[in-house]
């Protein structure tokens, strides 16, 4: 398992405070995506940012050039659960000692819980593109920016609500109802995000699309805050 070699990469990266080098998206593989994400009629559907997206978008674009896309965004949904059950996982893909023998297992260990969803190889190819360029560390945004990508192209929007503990599922329905009669909506389809954060201490932020609106209790809080100390 993974998380079991967490403790040893994590020794070798406390070891050592050699930065993990910086090689530029240009080997042949990765130019490969690059050139796909040229091509018109596979650009991906909207903008994602950072060194993540660049990858994410071109990870895109390759799988539609190689009528993939559908079970490559069940593989990478698959790798961001790996994601969320294994918090050593980052640990392991950050550590700046990894030899290329790491790499090759890392890479092996996430084929296994991909299974056989990996049509084509095209997952499997873009780790081997990640390795070599030093960038499995980002391979948890690459998921993140992905899964945007494939909301967009499916005509949905996200739909977070983060509140202090779990909510109900009436009051979630109810959110969803009213956020989608609201312009937020923009007439797209939902996809709920729930998440769980004590810090902000009671009420609810709503996040739809680039906008949020926060109804949170430590908002308020910070606003009563500010407000006496602009007073005084």
């Known amino acids: 398992m993974l998380s079991r070699q967490a403790r040893t990469f994590a020794t070798r ?18 130019r490969n995506y690059a050139q796909a994400a040229s091509a018109p009629d596979s650009k991906p559907p909207v ?25 490559t965004s069940k ?10 059950k294994d918090p050593k996982l980052p640990v392991i893909l950050t550590a700046p000692t990894l030899s290329q023998g ?16 990996d049509k084509a190889d095209t997952v499997k190819n873009f780790l081997k593109t990640l390795a070599e360029n030093n960038r499995l560390g980002i391979l948890e945004g690459v998921c993140e920016k992905f899964t945007v990508l494939m909301g967009a192209a499916r005509g949905e929007v996200d739909l977070t ?18 956020v989608a009669k609201s312009e937020y909506s923009q007439g797209k389809r939902l996809k709920v995000i729930t998440k769980v954060d004590p810090n902000i201490m009671g009420g609810l932020v709503v996040e739809i699309g680039d906008r949020t609106i926060d109804l ?6 910070s606003k009563m805050n500010k407000l006496l100390t602009d007073t005084l």
């Open 216 to 221: 949170s209790v430590s908002s308020r809080i």
């Open 13 to 30: 990266a406390a070891a050592s405070r050699t930065s993990v080098a910086q090689v530029a998206f240009a080997s042949p593989l990765a």
């Open 75 to 84: 593989a990478l949904a698959t790798l961001g659960d790996v994601f969320k």
């Open 102 to 117: 790491d790499k090759n297992q890392i890479i092996q260990e996430l084929q296994k819980h991909m299974g056989g969803v």
């Open 161 to 178: 609500i983060t509140s202090a503990s779990k909510l109900e599922s009436k009051t979630l329905q109810r959110l969803e109802g009213a």
């Open 47 to 71: 903008a994602v940012y950072g060194i993540d997206g660049t990858y994410a978008s071109a990870l895109y674009t390759a799988a539609v050039k190689t009528s993939t896309l559908d079970s």
